[in-house]
């Protein structure tokens, strides 16, 4: 299997913590889980400024994997936990970090002139066990554009 292509190199001489060692075991467990299931991966952990926050500071968007499933482009979250006993990995893809994965995918989207492509937004949420397998779960349409599309009526003043 190959791996999957990033656009940053990573700093061998930063060291690493617990969290970013686990995320980043989950994220291959998830890269080879989407291929088996016949994903095409294009590219992983993509980071671009999307703009600005309210201080004026820039702020970076992330997107863990990007690949096709057929004909859909789709931006897919991976979250990972050593356990689900307090909540699912996927409950950490709040209202919050969905916003800011369709604005990295914006970027995306206008950098590549992809403005016409059908998209979809996924999550993988896997949860790493000592004693068992990997649990490895994908949602697939976790969430969609038109749920942040603001909706203004009329009648309503």
């Known amino acids: 299997m190959s791996e999957p292509i990033s656009i940053f190199q990573d700093n061998e001489n930063e060291p690493q913590n617990s969290s970013a060692t686990v995320g980043a075991e989950g994220e291959l467990l998830a890269a080879e889980f989407l291929i088996k299931n016949g994903f095409r991966l294009v590219l992983s952990n993509f980071k671009v400024p999307v703009g600005r926050n309210i201080r004026g500071a820039v702020v970076t968007g992330e997107v863990d994997l990007i690949a096709y499933d057929e004909d859909k482009l ?18 950490a893809v709040d209202r919050r970090k969905q916003r800011q994965i369709l604005r990295t995918a914006r970027v995306y989207r206008k950098i590549f002139h992809l403005a016409n492509a059908k998209v979809r937004f996924d999550v ?14 994908l949602f697939k349409n976790y969430f969609a554009e038109s749920d942040f599309r603001k909706n203004f009526w009329a009648d309503d003043y």
């Open 74 to 91: 789709c931006f897919i979250e991976v979250k990972t936990r050593s356990s689900d006993e307090f909540a699912a990995p996927r409950a």
């Open 124 to 137: 993988v949420g896997i949860v790493l066990n000592e004693k068992a397998r990997p649990k490895i779960e």
